[in-house]
């Protein structure tokens, strides 16, 4: 029997697993390592070791309708993508406004998690725990992993030849904060994903050159997208998902790269992706296509070699006097704490997960890995039902299929979309969430909203595909779900 959960990290994943623990009668003990809520959106002036690190003018890619706590909207007057100061604020007020505060023991640190010498028959973990130099064991029945996904910088040196002989300052871009001592020097970016393209185009203001190198391209989108509407709301919808099922491979990714190639041609800026039709996660830059057009960044092939003062790219060109390289080449999935690293990488060194969340080969499935999982659509209504299925998970209340079926669709789902070290869970959005509502009866019904809800109906099917949907009905349903689908647009236009 499932009653005390230890929760790892107190950002948006930690507070949605602090809150379904509670509404599901369980007792969360969360701890966290700063002292404060927010994970990755806690703003600090310099990176801190084990702690996601983001750089002072970070802003949304998704939007307030797509990425809220699917029961706690944004108020009303909130701008449509939010600078972190601001999504801070909101998270502050989701853990006050639901009394999630008084589970959290900050300035905590997790230095092991390990099973029980018993743990084929009860299931249950010893947590060690640090605070104030003193060390802690408590015996859990359940542990939550929310310590997020971009704590430990990937750094791929072995890549690059001739690294140690470069001359110049290089660093991660978790490192990177603001722009204006680079003022004036010549900065090369490698990594052409949201942080690199955020990074590039920042520095471009300042810097006297900026070269951004790309291994393979990506689809650079909008925020702003067809008539000055949020990308997601237009591009996230239950229409649009069931269009891609039913029509021809072919031409759904014909209809995909037009779309894409809509605003600018990516060919022409040399930031097409090696696979035209690939559906990886789309760069979010509303700057990036103007900044190329002026000449203050320029789009490079990967890098061959570095030199003392210079580097070698792919197509041959050299670029001399390089003053700063800024490595945006994303992050490794790490759990330090974990006694036995096999029990999340449990094939190849690989993320081994169920739905991304449950490792398939223990005998008792009482770990949760929370917010892994990447897809199109926000990280928040993400967690949030991720937390809520483990939790059912853990109570019995969700049945889990046979190991030989798990890993089954580990290989369908996730394993065929793994990419780069294996360590990136990409899925389709609105597919996954609807597996995981089903298997907890919290899925929308289309056919009961066309009858009893019509004008509901329509806007769940070919409206946003908003986190609200998901509290409409079944457990841990939300009164104001109907209201808040019905008002959506208002909130955008407002």
């Given at each position: ?113 390990r099973k029980r010498s018993n743990f084929s028959v009860t299931g249950q ?52 904060k603001e722009p204006e001592k680079f003022r004036g020097k010549k900065v ?307």
């Amino acid at each position: 029997m499932v009653r005390r959960v230890a929760v790892v990290g107190a950002g948006v994943s930690g507070l949605a697993a602090i809150k379904c623990c509670l509404e599901e009668g369980l007792e969360p003990t969360c701890f966290e390592r700063s002292d404060a809520v927010g994970g990755l959106w806690y703003y600090t002036d310099k990176a801190e070791e084990g702690r996601a690190s983001i750089y002072r003018t970070v802003f949304t890619n998704s939007c307030k309708e797509m990425s809220c706590y699917p029961d706690f909207p944004f108020p009303d007057d909130h701008p449509n993508y939010m600078h972190n100061t601001r999504l801070q604020h909101y998270i502050c007020k989701y853990a006050e406004h639901f009394g999630l505060l008084q589970h959290i023991r900050f300035k905590t640190l997790v230095t092991k998690v390990r099973k029980r010498s018993n743990f084929s028959v009860t299931g249950q973990w010893e947590v060690v725990t640090q605070r104030d130099g003193k060390e802690e064991t408590t015996v859990f029945d359940a542990v939550m992993v929310c310590s997020g996904q971009q704590a430990y910088p990937n750094l791929p040196f072995a890549d690059f030849p001739g690294i140690e002989k470069f001359k110049g300052c290089y660093f991660h871009s978790r490192e990177y904060k603001e722009p204006e001592k680079f003022r004036g020097k010549k900065v090369l970016v490698i990594g052409l994903g949201n942080s690199g393209s955020d990074i590039a185009v920042e520095l471009s203001t300042v810097a006297s050159q900026v070269y951004l190198s790309t291994r393979s391209g990506s689809w650079v989108m909008r925020r702003v997208w067809d008539n000055g509407y949020p990308w997601d709301m237009l591009v996230v919808t239950r229409f649009q998902t069931w269009l891609k099922k039913i029509l021809p491979r072919a031409l759904s990714d014909w209809l995909y790269v037009r779309r894409m190639n809509r605003s600018f041609k990516h060919e022409n800026f040399g930031l097409m992706p090696l696979d035209r039709a690939s559906r990886k996660e789309p760069v979010l830059n509303d700057d990036l296509p103007g900044r190329i057009a002026c000449g203050v960044v320029v789009i490079k092939p990967n890098v061959k070699e570095f030199r003392e003062t210079s580097v070698l790219f792919q197509d041959g060109t050299v670029q001399d006097d390089i003053d700063v390289v800024v490595f945006a080449t994303g992050y490794i999935y790490s759990y330090p704490f974990m006694e036995d690293h096999s029990i999340i990488k449990s094939r190849d060194n690989k993320v081994t997960l169920y739905k991304g969340i449950i490792p398939p080969q223990l005998e008792k499935p009482t770990i949760a890995v929370i917010g892994l999982v990447q897809t199109l659509g926000a990280i928040i209504p993400t967690v949030d039902l991720q937390c809520r299925w483990a939790v059912k998970v853990f109570e019995g209340q969700c049945t889990l299929p046979p190991v030989s079926e798990m890993m089954d669709d580990i290989d369908e789902k996730m394993g065929k979309k793994q990419k780069g070290n294996g360590t990136v869970l990409q899925t389709d959005y609105i597919t996954y969430m609807d597996e995981l509502a089903s298997a907890i009866g919290v899925k929308p019904s289309m056919m009961k909203l066309l009858l009893t809800d019509p004008q509901l109906a329509l806007e769940v099917f070919f409206g946003p595909c908003t986190p609200y949907q998901f509290r409409l009905m079944g457990p841990g349903k939300w009164s104001g779900a109907r209201k808040a689908i019905l008002t959506q647009w208002d909130r955008t236009l407002r």
